[in-house]
């Protein structure tokens, strides 16, 4: 029996109205179009399973990407020898047949030598236009850690694209 | 940076995928045990979706009514559940409340001793997560990549009848490695007393449950028998405080908790006891 209460359905909604970011941001980590729907699917699942967490419906974005974020995680640990091998091989792959690429494509591969924690605040900020204060939120840090974070990233992706442009 | 996410191409499942994982957010209670859950809001329209279902339809009146957890005489519901979580630790916790109908020293002492019993879990787990978040950092730990430890407690209601009540309070902690325990309650609802063992079995409970489990221990496979750490029998570990509980089918259950009696890959072991 499903009941639902006025929060339920927001989450709901905030979720039918964002499924295409969430697959977005899930697949620029881990780039593999099954991962990622099975992270967006896990997400939902835990997501809706713990909504009681959930205290202040305000937060709802926070929260829940969040729970996406630490999913994305979840996944690269899980196969995190595995994916390394395969995405720098793409990356090899990419250098070899680089004039095909456009920068945008060198920066998405690029971004796959950052380390989950780094990659993640690229793809949050940039990919997903979200404020410093909102990404330290979901990541639970200080906005100074992810300042400095975002520096870092931004420093190895011109250091690894100087390399081949 | 001028990187276009439109450039990820949607799949076309990704509708589909997300309709179901709502559907099995919803649907899956947030516990096993929290089959029947009751806010203030919708306790009416609860009960006016019972009333037409179980007037209109036979057979889902039939296994509303053998779920009993709402019995005549005992009924087991969430009384209070609330979720903490700071640097070290997240917690979940889930406390029952049991309404014995008519027999207010029992529930009394019952919820009070449930209630004191998940505070000193609740606390010894915060202790512990302190410390080691202590630890870490003393170590040279960076605080921001401390995982707080997880640590859930809830209740799993094993058989509720007119003649017996029997649930059991799980708590489980993840840390470097996860730890369960599970504390069990059986009542005798007719005589208002907690049931042990000897009521049960009477005064030779010990070989009756020991026989038992030798029997069903010397039918398991090399490997398992292998694992044990007992020696020959198990009736030193049978005692007044053996943990048990009462099945669907009302019969008996005796657990061993992990390492108790085996090596822990064996985890928490159960036996049947057939017979009675």
Known sequence: MMLTTRNDKEIIEFIKDNQEYFFRVAFSYVKNQD????????AIVKALQKRYTLRHIEYLKTWFYRILVNECFATIKKSKKLLFLGSYQDFEESLKTKDKYHEEDELYHAMDLLE?????????????????????????????????????????????????? | MSYKKEKIAIPKQLDEVVNKAIYDGLSTPLKKNRGLKIFGGTVLTLFIVFVTFLNTIPVFAKTMYEIDIIGDI??????????????????????????????DDLEN????????????????SKTRAKEYYDAFIATGGNPEDFYPIYVNINYEIKHISDKFASFVINKSETLASAYNIGYYYNIDLETGRILNLQDIFGSDYQKIIADDIDKQISKKNKDFQDSLLIDGSVIDYIDEFQEFYINDEGQIVIVFPKYEISVGALGTLEFVIEGE
């Open chain 2, 109 to 124: 002492r019952v919820n009070l001793e449930i209630s004191k019993l998940i505070d000193e879990e609740v606390e010894a």
């Open chain 2, 74 to 103: 005992c009924k087991i519901f969430t009384f209070r559940e609330y979720h903490f979580e700071d640097d070290y630790e997240y917690i979940d916790v889930s406390i029952p409340h049991i309404d014995l109908n008519g027999n």
């Open chain 1, 35 to 42: 991962q990622a729907l099975d992270i967006v699917q896990e």
């Open chain 1, 116 to 165: 989950p924690k780094l990659k993640m605040i690229i793809i949050l900020r940039f990919f997903e236009d979200m404020k410093i204060e909102e990404i330290a939120k979901i990541t639970r840090t200080n906005t100074n850690t992810v300042k400095t974070r975002l520096y870092k990233a931004l420093k190895i992706l011109k250091m690894n694209m100087e390399e081949f442009v």
